[in-house]
Every structure is written in structure tokens, then in C-alpha cells.
């Protein structure tokens, strides 16, 4: 057998399980703790009832090392009966008899002040109807807030008319160039597919009739009624709206909106006013744009299945008239204005932390994918009214 | 109208009178009554998350006081419509707590926005201002940097920097010394000493580091969590020794319970 090197014979193997036990003593009950409490070691064995007050004294000759859990499991405890009957009675402190004193140190600390019990949060307490309760007065609020936003937007569109409202020019130019140059890749790429996918679908049923030649009018109208501005205003709401509300949102929470405030400059007019001018100018472009696209994309698979470009030119020409490009430039330009102003909305309410401009983010780009499609289904009942 | 003239030479400020702030139905803090003279250096203290920020917001007219009201130089600043506000937020210069320059415009652009704004100077002459204001704050050449390119520190000194563009008659500086190390966090009270003495301007500040309280400041309102109202006002050095409030010597003294109790009030 080699010599072992430490003096400390190693404890048995049963010593070391972390244990606490409460051991009665007539009225008393003592708190016997014992083996290595590591927050990385074998899980707590606790011996006896819990009683229903605290120890007087603690038995810690077998207690081995320990880390923040044993203090942890002590102070449960003691917190647990806290709770008891008698409140607003100051409670008498706990006795910490018999504890060694590093640990006996933290405790006194943990225990100095008293557990603030206003602190914590009423969540629990209310019940289903009055979490019901809660979500009808904040969807009523938030619903109260879009039409204070939308109102606050005309009034500044109104100062702007009238040459009152003040923003940065060159801000504004920025924001043109991320929201309309900066998203013709993105639109090409989808508007081409789109223009392609139309193409494919209608092709398979129109050659059954050998119509094949409409694939081309069925491209066009359905490029310049619904499909261009809709798929455009999705990316610019996933694209612009969600960027609008992370740079607002995070302004708000570092302060900048406040620093405008105090400087006299109407955030309403210097942050969001050029937002809202710059996508309502953009969308109906990229719209129109994205209408062009769409139709090259439907133009090759036609060549693909023998239509000839000339031909399929000539023939979307044809089915196109002013009256169904305008329908969706109209649409684009209320779509604009309802992706800027949520996105705006959302970062200017947004809270002071990083999560919460997440949050802005999510609601902002969610908000206006809705209500574009809402706002798309209404157009579309309005136009058939019209029989336009 | 509190307008008794003790402190004779001086012209009152800033006055507040029955000032209660409240969010929605929860009472920060009720019944503040103080006055801040003209080129003083008033220190608004208490500990943590009393509302000494709510307090400047407040004083700044970012939020609406529930009850009580603002004077500056005897006018209502919290009656005032919108349009008269502006009047009065033109004579403020703020730093807020983090800086808070505009992340999108270099050091030199946020300095020279309000001024652009409210002046009608030429573009060269703002120029020359910027880079007047920056070297005050021991930032020169550093014009073309964005506020992500620079420290802490330096964003706080070019916060202070921005809050002086339009020489405003009074200075708020929320919290400029925390975060700061012991040197930087000397000089920027050096630099507030000086600004005030050449300036003559009123100087509002937040903080709770007492060295730095007792060093520049002449006059000082202490808030109290547990009362949830002012526990004292006065000279900070004055408190120390002789308030009568106990709560305002321990924090005075930095919780020292001897210090406080072998200094009664004489």
C-alpha cells in the first residue's frame, strides 16, 4: 500500500452526499448538515420533516466543503416560515447558532434586510377573468395608440405642406436610398420568381384549352392588380418597417429621442415625418418596378414553353390597360404608409431595453403584414363593388 | 409666490413649489419644495432609484409633474403651452446619463445640429464653434468621430459638450461622474467648476458620489426613499455637519453611524 500523501484521510463515501436532517428535540428541532454541498455534485438528501420554524441551533461537525447552495437551501427555509401567520410583526431573528463562521458571515447578510414582500409581482394572484380582463384594456389602449400615431402623422404631414415641420435633408436622402435602391435586388429576385411561378401555374392550365398565348395576360393583370404590390410591400415590411423600428427603438432607449426633445426638435417631424414621405414616395416606384420584373419572369418561361418574347410583349400589352396598372400603384402608396407609420409606432413606443426593441421589431413587421393584407382584401371587395 | 429674497444677491432660478411625481396611481416622490439660484451649483442626491433622474425629467419638462409646479425666473413653466415651452427648453442644456449623441451623426454634427437649428450662423462659423465646444471638453480632433468610436468618458464629455452648444443659462448633467474613473471623474468637476465660473451659468446636477458633491456643489436637495419626500436641502458640507435628519448625515457620511452621531446638530 503506498504511503498517501494528504494528512486528511478521505471521508467515506457516504459522508460526502450533501444531507441535511432535522432532528427534534422535544419542542426544539435542530438542523444536522453534513457531506459537500457542490452545485455540481450529487443532489441534496434531506432527513425528516421540514418543520414549521427554524432551527435553534445547527449541527456542522460532518459538514463538509459547501458553495452558494447550502446558504441557498438555509435561506429557503428560513423564508418559508417567514411567510407564517403573524404579519407585519417583526420577525424575530433567526438563531445561526453553531454554523461555521464564513458561512455563519454570509447568512447575517442574506438575512440584514428583510424580504421586500411588496416586491414581488402580482402576476399570480389574478385570476383568468382579470388576466382576460387585462388584455382587452391593453388591446383597447394599443388600438388607441395606432390612432393617436396615425393622427399625429397627418398633423405632420400637414406641417410639412405648409413648410413647418423641420427635419435633415440629408436624413431624408438616406432613408430614400435604403428604402428604395437598396431593395431592387431583393424585389427583382422575388418579382422575377413570382413573375415565373404565374407563369408555370397558368401555362398548365391553359394549354389543356391551347390558350398557352393568355399565360401572358394572366401574368400582367395579376402582376399589376395584386401580386406586385403585395410582395412588395411584405419585403419592405420585413426589410424597411422592421428597420425603422430597431433604429427608432434603440434611439428611444439610449436617450436620443429625449436629447432631440430637449433640443427643441419635434421627433414626431425630424425621426419619423421623413420615414413616412421617403416609403410612400418609394413604394409606388417599386411597385411599378416590380410589376416589370414580374412580367420578364412570366416572358421567359413563356419562351420556354414557345411563346415568342415579341408576341408575349405585344400580348400583355394588350390585356394591360392604365386603369389595372393604377389600381396597384394606388394601393402601394396606402401600403407605404402603413408599413412606416407601424414601424415608426412601434420603435417610438418601444421600452428602454435591447429586448424590448426586439419586441418592436417582431410587433412592427407583424402589424403591417396584417393590416397590408387586411387593407388588400378590403380594396379588393371595393373594386368589385366599383366593377373596376 | 415663495419669492422671499434671503439669498440677496442672487435672482431666483429655478423654482419648485409642491411638486408631486407620480407614475399613473405610484407616488415617486411628493411635496418637493426647493429654489436653485442663479450661477449655483445645485446637487440633486439620494440613494438609488429614489428618482433623482425622475427629478430632472421633470425639471426638463420630459414628464408632467401630477401635481405642484416649475417656475423659471418666476414664469410657469409647467402651465406653459406647447409653443411657450420651447422658450424655456432653449435656455436648457442636458446631458443625459449615457451621453446620448446621436449615434448616427459624428461628434461635430451633434454639436452642430442644435445650432443649425436655432442660429443663424454660417456654416464655417458653426464650424469653428464645434470645434470651440470639443476643445472645452478636452476633445478637439476628435470632430469626425462617431459616438460608437469613443469611450464612455469621452461620449460624456462630448454629451457635456453638446448640452453647452447654444450657451444655456442652465446646465442639467444627469449622473456625469458615474462609471468614470477617479481622475476623469476629478477633471469633469473641474470642468463644471470652471464653466459655471466663466459662464455664469446654473448648473443642475444627479449624483450620488459625495466627493464630488462636496467639491462643487453649493446647494443640494436630498431625496428620501423611506419618507418618499425631500430630507433636506442646503449646502451639502452644511448637511453633513448639522442636519437635523438623520438619514441625510448617514448618507452624508457615507453610512458611517459614528461620524453621523458624534456631529449633532449644533
Redesign the interface.
Known sequence: MPPTLSKRSLPPEEASLPCASWITDGSQVVLELSGNWKHDGPSIEVKGEPPDRAPVRYQTDKLGSFDSTLPAFILAHLRSIDKGPVENAEPAKPSLDGLPPNLLGLMELALAVPEESDAHSDEDKIGTIGKLGKITLNVGSSLQSVAEFSGQSVLALGRFFRGKA?F?ARDFWMIVQECGAEALPIVSLISFLIGMILAFVGNAQLKSFGASLFVANLVAIAMAREMGVVMTSIIMSGRTGAAFAAHLG??KA???I????????DPFDFLVLPRIIALVVMMPLLTLYSDIIGILGGMLVGAGVGIPPALYWHQTLDSLTLTTVSLGIIKSVFFGAIIAVSGCLQGMHAGKSSAAVGEATTRAVVASITAVVILDSAFAVIFTILDI | MPDAPDKTQHKAKITVSDLTMAFGSNVIMKDLNFEVAEKDIFVIMGPSGCGKSTLL?HL???QEPSKGKILYDDEDFTAASEKER?SF??R?G?M???G????SLTLAENIA??LE??SKLAPNAIRDLVSYKLSLVGLSGYEDYYPSEISGGMNKRAGIA?AMA?DPDILFLDEPGAGLDPLSSRRLDDLVLRLRDSLGSTVVIVTHELASIFAIANNSIFLDTATRTQGATGNPTELRDHSENPVVRRFLHRGDDDQADTNPSS
Not at chain 1, 258 to 265: K, Q, V, W
Not at chain 2, 100 to 103: F, G, K, R
Request: net charge positive.
Open positions: 423641420r435633415r434603440s434611439m439610449n436617450e436620443e429625449d436629447a432631440l426633445r430637449t433640443f427643441g426638435f | 425629467r426638463i419638462g420630459l420651447g427648453i432653449r436648457f442636458v443625459y446619463q449615457s446620448a449623441l446621436w449615434s445640429l442644435p437649428e436655432h453638446r447654444l
